[in-house]
């Protein structure tokens, strides 16, 4: 079983991450005019999105939603508490500024992803109907209506969208 999870959680990461690859990889076909490309990338994007979930379900990792806001409030505090500073101090001395907007957007948008999952776990029992809008520029995640600028990349409110 032990060498079945390290596989499972193996082909998650991978899987995850070809899903992301490939959206990107069909927007760019998309850009230089190449439709059935584009198609093909959508088409295997999605089907890796399908191993991703039968990979993570097999872990036993999809719990109740209150276990899984738990897991999601670690996994950001731990993203922009403890990953995201290391790589903005190496980006830094490496000089590297587009990584290092990158990284210190992810790290603002997930502390407030952490704090609004808090919210979310702490109200679970009585759920707070509110309407949540993305800035599609740093991932930034604002509540009630969308800010006239994103606290944390200074895009317009226009970047933002509504989330169902
Ligand atoms: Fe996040
Ligand atoms: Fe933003």
């Known amino acids: ?18 899903n992301r690859k490939y959206t990107a990889y069909a927007a760019q076909a998309e850009k230089e005019g190449y439709k059935q490309a584009a198609k093909l990338f959508r088409a295997a994007a999605e089907a890796e999105t399908i191993h991703a979930l039968t990979h993570l379900k097999n872990m036993g990792k999809i719990k109740s939603t209150k276990e899984n806001l738990a897991d999601a409030i670690a996994g950001e505090t731990h ?15 490496e ?8 990284f210190k957007f992810a790290a603002g948008a997930e502390e ?15 759920e707070v109907t509110t309407d949540l809008y993305l800035c599609t ?21 226009q970047a933002f969208k509504i989330v169902d």
Not at 79 to 93: D, S, V
Not at 112 to 126: E, F, M, R, S, T
């Open 1 to 18: 079983m032990e060498k079945t999870l390290q596989g499972l959680a193996e082909a998650f990461a991978g899987e995850s991450q070809a």
């Open 79 to 93: 993203e922009y508490q403890i990953m995201y500073p290391e790589f903005i101090e190496h980006a830094q001395a």
């Open 137 to 157: 520029i740093c991932g930034h995640i604002h509540e009630g209506t969308a800010p006239d600028v994103c606290p944390i990349c200074m895009a317009k409110a």
């Open 112 to 126: 407030v992803h952490a704090n609004l999952y808090k919210k979310a776990l702490a109200n679970i029992d009585n």
């Open 95 to 102: 000089n590297q500024a587009a990584a290092l907007r990158g």
